[in-house]
C-alpha cells in the first residue's frame, strides 16, 4: 500500500505526519509529492527517506495544482504495482488512526452484515466528513456551508451517490486507477476530487464512505482561495451540463428506435 500526500510548504505538518502514519499502518509506503515547497518541505522529505525505505520523495519543479501532484504521485504508484493507493493531506487535517478503517472497508469489511458479499467491496472508499458519525472540527461556519454546498451541488448535477466527493482523504483498488485515463485528466484544484469519483462512477466502479473526524490545520496556511473555489463551481456545471445533453441525446435515440420498431 502506498499513501501519496501532496505538499507545499507543509515543513512543520510533514515529520509528525509521517511517524503518525507508520504508527498507523507499519507496513505502508509513504510518497511525498513536493512541489518545490520554498520553506524546505522537500528537504526534510528527503531526510526521513534516507532514513526509513518505506518513504519516497518525488520533486516536481514547482507549484502546478493538487490535481497535478496527485496525477504524478498515482502514476508513480502504478508504475511500481502497488496494490492499494491512499490519498490524503500533510497538514494533519486527516488522521492517519482512521486509515485502518478506509482499509477494512476497501477489502470488504463488514460486507455481510449489509447484504453484500466480498466479492462486492468497492474499488473507491471516501473518507466522509457528511455522512452520520463524521465530523469537522475548528471550521469557521463558512467553510462549513461551503463544503457542504458544493458537494449538495455536485451530487445533484452529476447525479454521484456519495456525500462527500469534495473529500481527499480516500483509499482506491489499482484497478480503479488503472482504468482512469489520467493524461486526460486536466482539473487543477480541489474539483480534482469530485472529478475522480465522477469517472470511478462513470465506470461502474463501486464507491463507500465511512466516516471521519476533520481536524483544521494548527500549522501552516490553507491552500483554499478563491480560484479554486470558482474552478470547481465551473467545471462541476460543465460536468453536468454534458451529462444532460448525453442523456438527451440517449433518450432521442431510444424514441427513434422505439418507432422504427413500431412501424411509426
Same mark, same amino acid.
Given at each position: 500500500m502506498l499513501v501519496v500526500v501532496p505538499t507545499y510548504d507543509e515543513a512543520p505538518n510533514l515529520l509528525p505526519l509521517l511517524a503518525r502514519i507508520a504508527c498507523a499502518v507499519p507496513g505502508a509506503h509513504v510518497l511525498v509529492v513536493d512541489d518545490a515547497s520554498p520553506? @524546505?518541505?522537500? *528537504?526534510?522529505?528527503?531526510?526521513?527517506? $534516507? !532514513?526509513?525505505?518505506?518513504?519516497? +520523495?518525488?520533486?516536481?519543479?514547482?507549484?502546478?495544482?493538487?490535481?497535478?501532484?496527485?496525477?504524478?504521485?498515482f502514476a508513480w504508484a502504478l508504475a511500481r504495482d502497488y496494490a492499494v493507493v491512499v490519498e490524503m493531506d500533510a497538514d494533519g487535517s486527516h488522521a492517519p488512526e482512521q486509515l485502518p478503517s478506509l482499509l477494512a472497508r476497501l477489502d470488504g469489511a463488514g460486507s455481510a452484515a449489509d447484504g453484500r458479499s466480498r466479492a462486492d467491496s468497492p474499488g473507491l472508499v471516501l473518507g466522509s466528513r457528511w455522512v452520520p458519525g463524521g465530523s469537522v472540527v475548528d471550521w469557521p461556519r463558512w467553510r462549513e456551508a461551503l463544503s457542504r454546498g458544493a458537494n449538495v451541488y455536485a451530487r445533484a448535477l452529476l447525479r454521484l451517490p456519495?456525500?462527500?466527493?469534495?473529500? @481527499?482523504?480516500? *483509499?482506491?483498488?489499482?484497478?480503479?486507477? $488503472? !482504468?482512469?485515463?489520467?493524461?486526460? +485528466?486536466?482539473?487543477?484544484?480541489?474539483?480534482?476530487?469530485?472529478?475522480?469519483?465522477?469517472?470511478v462512477h462513470a465506470g461502474g466502479t463501486q464507491i463507500a464512505e465511512?466516516?471521519?473526524?476533520?481536524?483544521?490545520?494548527?500549522?501552516?496556511?490553507?491552500?483554499?482561495?478563491?480560484?479554486?473555489?470558482?474552478e470547481a463551481l465551473w467545471r462541476i456545471g460543465a460536468w453536468g451540463a454534458a451529462?444532460?445533453?448525453?442523456?438527451?441525446?440517449?433518450?432521442?435515440?431510444?424514441?427513434?428506435?422505439g418507432r422504427r420498431s413500431t412501424g411509426g
Open positions: 520553506d @524546505g518541505t522537500g *528537504a526534510l522529505a528527503d531526510e526521513a527517506a $534516507a !532514513a526509513d525505505r518505506r518513504v519516497h +520523495v518525488l520533486h516536481r519543479a514547482g507549484k502546478e495544482g493538487l490535481g497535478a501532484a496527485y496525477r504524478a504521485g456519495v456525500h462527500d466527493a469534495t473529500g @481527499g482523504f480516500r *483509499a482506491y483498488r489499482r484497478a480503479t486507477l $488503472a !482504468a482512469i485515463d489520467l493524461d486526460d +485528466v486536466t482539473s487543477a484544484g480541489y474539483c480534482f476530487q469530485v472529478d475522480l469519483v465522477r469517472r465511512v466516516p471521519i473526524r476533520f481536524v483544521e490545520r494548527t500549522a501552516g496556511r490553507s491552500k483554499m482561495d478563491r480560484r479554486v473555489v470558482v451529462d444532460m445533453a448525453d442523456a438527451a441525446r440517449a433518450g432521442v435515440r431510444r424514441l427513434r428506435r
